[in-house]
């Protein structure tokens, strides 16, 4: 079993910057990807950015340029440093780890963005 929690979201002003975090937990697997997706009231949940064991980098076309997945997910951990918030990043964002055998979620952590 592969466990994945989240922390750091809140309430941040337009313009703004937030650092969500994420921590795996149990049989973390050597080879997975660990990424964000994110889901705003009404909308399919939607991929934010990922990251997988070898260091390749995804980025969902709405926030290049404006979120970062800093570091590596060596650790089982991954963050996200999200700058330049607008009114639209706001959502609940799922952390997610996923290989061939597990795909596991977090409970999500609420990100306001107020303009």
């Known amino acids: 079993q592969v466990h994945v929690e989240e922390s750091g979201g809140g309430l941040v002003q337009a313009g703004g910057s937030l650092r969500l975090s994420c921590a795996a937990s149990g049989s973390i697997p050597s080879v997975r990807t660990m990424g964000w997706y994110r889901q705003a009231p009404g909308s399919r949940r939607e991929l934010v950015a990922t990251i997988t064991t070898d260091g390749r980098l995804n980025y969902a076309d709405s926030v290049k340029g404006r979120f970062t997945i800093p570091g590596d997910n060596a650790k089982g951990a991954v963050f996200l440093q999200m700058n330049s918030l607008k009114a639209e990043d706001t959502a609940v964002y799922y952390c997610?780890?996923?290989?061939?055998?597990?795909?596991?979620w977090g409970q999500g952590t609420q990100v306001t963005v107020t303009s």
């Open positions: 997610n780890l996923r290989n061939l055998w597990y795909n596991a």
